[in-house]
C-alpha cells in the first residue's frame, strides 16, 4: 500500500521559513517522480514543484520558484519542500505526491498558513 505522510506545516508570519517533509512508503520510492502540490481555501489543486528520481532535475510553478526548494533523501525514503520568504497567497494545504502533476496520488496533506 503506497503512504504518503507529510508533516512540518503550521503558522509562519509574512517572509518566514518553513520546511516540509513526506515520509513515503510502499513503493520504489528511489525510482520514483515525486512532486509537491497545493491547495488554498476556494480554489483547486495547483502543482507547486517536482524532482527526478535521483534529484538532480527540478522544476517549480512561477509563482513559487526562487522561493521554494524541493530535495530529497533516497536513503531515508523522504521527499523535502523548503519554503523561504513565504507570502500570505502561500496559505494552502500542501500535498506529497506519487507523480507528476496534479492526479497524481497523494498523502493527506500538512496545512501551512501565513499570516501576521
Known amino acids: 500500500e503506497i503512504q504518503l505522510v507529510e508533516s512540518g506545516g503550521g503558522l509562519v508570519q509574512p517572509g518566514g521559513s518553513l520546511r516540509l517533509s513526506c515520509a513515503a512508503s510502499?513503493?520504489?520510492?528511489?525510482?520514483?517522480?515525486m512532486s509537491w502540490l497545493r491547495q488554498a481555501p476556494g480554489k483547486g489543486l495547483e502543482w507547486v514543484s517536482r524532482?527526478?528520481?535521483?534529484?538532480?532535475?527540478?522544476a517549480y510553478a512561477d509563482s513559487v520558484r526562487g522561493r521554494f526548494t524541493i530535495s530529497r533523501d533516497n536513503a531515508k525514503n523522504t521527499l523535502y519542500l523548503q519554503l523561504n520568504s513565504l507570502k500570505p497567497e502561500d496559505t494552502a494545504m500542501y500535498y506529497c505526491?506519487?507523480?507528476?502533476?496534479?492526479?497524481?496520488?497523494r498523502g493527506q496533506g500538512t496545512q501551512v498558513t501565513v499570516s501576521s
Open positions: 510502499g513503493f520504489t520510492f528511489s525510482s520514483s517522480i
Open positions: 505526491a506519487l507523480g507528476v502533476n496534479i492526479y497524481a496520488t
Open positions: 524532482i527526478s528520481s535521483g534529484g538532480r532535475i527540478t
